[in-house]
């Protein structure tokens, strides 16, 4: 009922490239993408609109980072280029069901309704 499934995390050389997916069933209005490293806060990565495709990145990410989402396979997607030690967290898929009512809505967590288990990006340096 909504509740995605993220893959493609691992372990990465600095300077390298993930490619992270995330099924998800049912409906949704806003798919985003999340971080948490240990001992640090969950925080906003990235979001998609899922009917008009508009995207919103944190500014750590911008340029490197590149959001999108194939509607045919329910499945939104997050682009990791440029990585660097900093990006090590569990990264989550998350899935707010309603229209955001203020624009800092979807970079809260407190924004979606599903989670994801998350899946591990580990940048070496």
């Known amino acids: 009922q909504g509740q995605p499934v993220e893959s493609g995390g691992g372990p990465v050389q600095a300077g390298g490239s993930l490619k992270l997916s995330c099924a998800t069933a049912?409906?949704?209005?806003?798919m985003g993408w999340f971080r948490q490293a240990p001992g640090k806060e969950r925080e906003f990565v990235a979001a998609i609109a899922w009917g008009g495709g508009s995207t919103y990145y944190a500014d750590s990410v911008k340029g490197r980072f590149t959001i999108s989402r194939d509607i045919r396979k329910s499945t939104v997607y997050l682009q990791l280029n440029n990585l660097l030690p900093e990006d090590t967290a569990v990264y989550y898929c998350?899935?707010?069901?309603?229209?955001?009512?203020?624009?800092?809505?979807?970079?809260?967590?407190?924004?979606?309704?599903?989670w994801g288990q998350g899946t591990q990006v580990a940048v070496s340096s």
């Open positions: 998350a899935n707010r069901l309603r229209r955001p009512q203020m624009s800092g809505t979807i970079t809260s967590p407190s924004g979606y309704d599903y």
């Open positions: 049912g409906s949704t209005y806003v």
